[in-house]
C-alpha cells in the first residue's frame, strides 16, 4: 500500500475514549497512517496528553481551541483537514477502535469522487439496523474485551453472519474517508450546523448531488462505542441484570443543539434527512416555497417557518417576537423569510385552525407530490391551495456549502 490515510479526530473532554482509540490505530493499523487530533477547549486533561504523544509520535498533528467556548467538530472536522498531509482523510470519531485491515480495506475501494465507510460494530445502546453489526464487546474502555473482539475478527466464521453475506453496499456512516481535494472542492461541512448534529446528514445529500459514489466495506470493521461526548457526556451504564439504556440520558445540551440543526437542516433542504436501510442518502427535490398562513399563532409559526422558503402571516407583532426569539439559532435572515411580499415560485394558502398532523405530513411531502404531478397553474390539495407560477428545482445549488 502506497496511499495513506490521515485520520481526522476531534475531542472535548474525552481523553480515555481518545486514548482507546489512539491505541488501537497505532497497535492494529502500525505507524504510516498520520492522525490529526483536535482538542475543543477540553477539562480533562486532553490537551496536555496530546501535546504529550505529537512528542513521541511523528505522525500526530494536534490543534487547539484555546475557548472560551466550543467549536465542535462541524468546524474542527475540516480545521484539521486543512491541516492533513495525506490525499485521503477520514471522518473518524475518538470512541472508535480500528481493527485490524480497516485500512486495507478502505484503500481497496476508494478513488477519487467515491466515499468509502468501514462497518460499525456497536454494543447495543440503540437499536440495530442492516448497516451495522450489533454485538456486545463493553461499554466502556474499563470492560472493553479486546481480546474477544480481536478472536471474533480473526475467525474465518465470522463470514457466516448473514449481514457478511455482500462485500459492499452503498450507504455511508462514520468513519468515513474520502479524497481532501474532493471534500474541499464541495467547501467542507457547512458551518450552519456548528457546533455539531445533522452536519453529516447535510454533507451526505451533497456528496449525492455531486455525483460522488458511496461504498461501504462489511471487511473492514471498527468497534463503535457511539456517542460520546455531547450526547452522552457521562458515558455509558449497566443496570444489575447488565442490560444497557441510554434512552432518557442525553444531556440538554445535546438535545437543545440537535433541535436548533433539525430546523436549520428543515430550512435548507425542505425535508427530513433521507436515506434507505442501508443510510444512502436520498434527496427531495428543493423546490422554491412560500407560505401564506391564515389564523397563525406562535406554534404554528416555528412549527411551520422551517419547512417553507417565505412565509407570511397577517401578524406583525408576532412575527417580530418570533425573529426575536429564533434568529439567533441560525444564519438565514428571518426577515427576508418572514414577509408580506412572496415572490416564491410556489405559492401554498391555507388556515392553520384546519392543519392536523395527516395535513402536516402531506405540506412536507409536497415537493415530491410537484416532482411527479406538479405543472404550472392552481389546484387545491386537502386544506391547501396552490399556485405553481414556475417548476424548477434548487438542490444542487446547495452542493457548495460557500454558495448558500
Known amino acids: 500500500m502506497d496511499k495513506t490515510i490521515s485520520f481526522i479526530q476531534p475531542s472535548r473532554s474525552n481523553l480515555k475514549y481518545l486514548k482507546w482509540s489512539y491505541e488501537s490505530i497505532r ?12 482538542d475543543d477547549f477540553s477539562n480533562d486533561g486532553t490537551w496536555e496528553w496530546m501535546k504529550e504523544i505529537s512528542k513521541k509520535d511523528q ?18 472536522y475540516d480545521t484539521l483537514i486543512n491541516m492533513a498531509t495525506s490525499d485521503i482523510v477520514m471522518i473518524y470519531h475518538a470512541d472508535m477502535y480500528a481493527l485490524p485491515g480497516l485500512d486495507e480495506e478502505i484503500l481497496k475501494h476508494i478513488k477519487p469522487g467515491v466515499v468509502v465507510s468501514g462497518t460499525r460494530i456497536e454494543p447495543p445502546l440503540h ?12 461499554i466502556e474502555p474499563e470492560e ?22 455482500k462485500e459492499t453496499t452503498e450507504g455511508i456512516f462514520a468513519p468515513w474517508a474520502i479524497y481532501k481535494k474532493d471534500f474541499q472542492s464541495i467547501g467542507g461541512h457547512d458551518p450552519l450546523y456548528a457546533p455539531q448534529s445533522k452536519e453529516d446528514s447535510d454533507i451526505f445529500n451533497r456528496f ?15 468497534y463503535h462505542m457511539t456517542c460520546r461526548g455531547s450526547r452522552f457526556a457521562e ?3 449497566r443496570n444489575p441484570e447488565g442490560e444497557v439504556a441510554m434512552v432518557g440520558r442525553e444531556t440538554d445540551e445535546w438535545l437543545t443543539q440537535n433541535e436548533r440543526s433539525t430546523r436549520n437542516f428543515a430550512r435548507k433542504w425542505s425535508s427530513y434527512c433521507l ?52 434568529q439567533p439559532n441560525t444564519q438565514f435572515d428571518l426577515k427576508k423569510r418572514l414577509t408580506e411580499k412572496l415572490d416564491n415560485d410556489i405559492i401554498v394558502d391555507f388556515d392553520l385552525s384546519k392543519l392536523n398532523q395527516e395535513e402536516f405530513e402531506m405540506l412536507i411531502i409536497l415537493p415530491e407530490i410537484i416532482k ?13 391551495n396552490i399556485k405553481i407560477n414556475k417548476i424548477q428545482t434548487y438542490e444542487k445549488e446547495l452542493i457548495n456549502c460557500n454558495t448558500n
Request: hydrophobic share 35%; aromatic share 10%.
Open 372 to 384: 411527479d404531478s406538479g405543472k404550472v397553474g392552481e389546484f387545491t390539495i386537502g386544506i391547501f
Open 275 to 326: 436515506h434507505d436501510d442501508y443510510l444512502k442518502p436520498y434527496v427531495q427535490p428543493k423546490y422554491d416555497i412560500g407560505y401564506v398562513v391564515k389564523n397563525c399563532d406562535i406554534n404554528g409559526l416555528r412549527g411551520l417557518e422551517p419547512w417553507s422558503d417565505g412565509m407570511f402571516i397577517d401578524n406583525e407583532t408576532l412575527v417580530e417576537h418570533y425573529i426575536k426569539e429564533e
Open 59 to 76: 505522525n500526530v498533528k494536534i490543534h487547539r481551541n484555546n475557548g472560551p467556548t466550543r467549536l465542535g467538530h462541524t468546524i474542527l
Open 235 to 237: 458515558g455509558a451504564k
Open 208 to 222: 449525492i448531488l455531486n455525483g460522488y459514489k458511496t461504498i461501504q466495506t462489511w471487511r473492514g470493521f471498527v
Open 127 to 138: 437499536p440495530d439496523g442492516v448497516e451495522k453489526l450489533l454485538i456486545d464487546f463493553g
Open 27 to 38: 497497535k492494529n493499523l502500525g505507524y504510516r497512517h498520520e492522525i490529526c487530533m483536535a
Open 144 to 165: 472493553f474485551k479486546e481480546d474477544e473482539l480481536l478472536s471474533w475478527h480473526n475467525a474465518s466464521s465470522k463470514l457466516n453472519h448473514p449481514k457478511l453475506e
